[in-house]
Structure formats: structure tokens, C-alpha cells
């Protein structure tokens, strides 16, 4: 009888170490599942970053193209034809990527928004915008570039 207690004993202590290894096994699982989502995740976000920069580059020879056609029709040339086909191809490249300009809005949002100068203007409530320097761009539902706004005082 002595022989049978020591096995059940011992068969105990068997059935003890094998579920602590099945725990850590599960452990190891559940910690390696949480690994993959979580480099597929940064993957994902260093994608969206590098298009960021790459587009916030891209918004400086936008800037450059609307300054140059912002000039009346009397000083345009023939030159001028093919900057616009430019602009719109540039405009288009930026639409695949879900890119748009901000809509303009009335009151200084930070979130939105980057204060350049804080100006006097007549029948303007304090923390209105009453001048869009640089427009600003969103891609989706982010911010690429906030707008650089003029407010009034």
C-alpha cells in the first residue's frame, strides 16, 4: 500500500509539473500572438509616417506652383499652360494618397491650425482667422500640415 501512495504521490507531482508547462506554453503562445499584431501594427504606422514626409515635401512644390499662378492673366505666358498641367498632376498624385486641403474655418483651432501673427481687424472677434498664410493639408482623417493663419487680436 506503501508503493501505491508514493505513486499516486508521485503521479501527482507529474500531473503538477506538466500542467506548469502547459501554462507556459500557452504563455508563450499568447505572448508571441501579441508580438505579430503588434509588428504588424508598427509596420503599418512607419509605413503612414514615410508617406507623410514624403508628402510634406510634396506640399512645398504645390506651395510654389500656386504662388506662381496666383499672378493676374495679364502676366501669364505660355509658360504658365504647362505649370497648370503640373498643378493638376500634383493635385492628383496627392488625391490618390487622400490628401486634401483643409477647409477653411472661421475660428483658430490648435489642433488645426498654427498662429503665424495675431493682427487688429475691425468687426473680428479675438481668435478668428482673418488670413490663411499657408493652407494646410490632411490625409484623412490626420493632419499632414497645419494651416499657418493670421488671428485677429
Request: aromatic share 6%.
Amino acid at each position: 500500500m506503501e508503493d501505491n501512495s508514493v505513486e499516486l504521490n508521485e503521479l501527482a507531482q507529474c500531473q503538477l509539473e506538466v500542467q506548469k508547462w502547459r501554462d507556459a506554453a500557452m504563455r508563450s503562445a499568447a505572448d508571441f500572438d501579441n508580438y505579430q499584431k503588434r509588428t504588424v501594427r508598427e509596420r503599418a504606422n512607419w509605413v503612414v509616417e514615410a508617406r507623410g514626409d514624403l508628402l510634406i515635401d510634396l506640399l512645398e512644390v504645390v506651395d510654389n506652383f500656386d504662388r506662381a499662378l496666383s499672378q493676374s492673366a495679364e502676366e501669364r505666358s505660355g509658360l504658365l499652360v504647362g505649370f497648370e498641367m503640373i498643378r493638376k498632376s500634383i493635385y492628383d498624385l496627392l488625391a490618390r494618397y487622400h490628401v486634401k486641403p483643409m477647409a477653411e474655418t472661421r475660428l483658430f483651432d490648435p489642433n488645426l491650425h498654427e498662429a503665424i501673427s495675431q493682427i487688429e481687424a475691425e468687426g473680428v472677434s479675438s481668435g478668428e482667422i482673418v488670413q490663411v498664410l499657408q493652407v494646410g493639408y490632411m490625409q484623412g482623417e490626420r493632419v499632414l500640415r497645419p494651416a499657418r493663419v493670421a488671428v485677429a487680436k
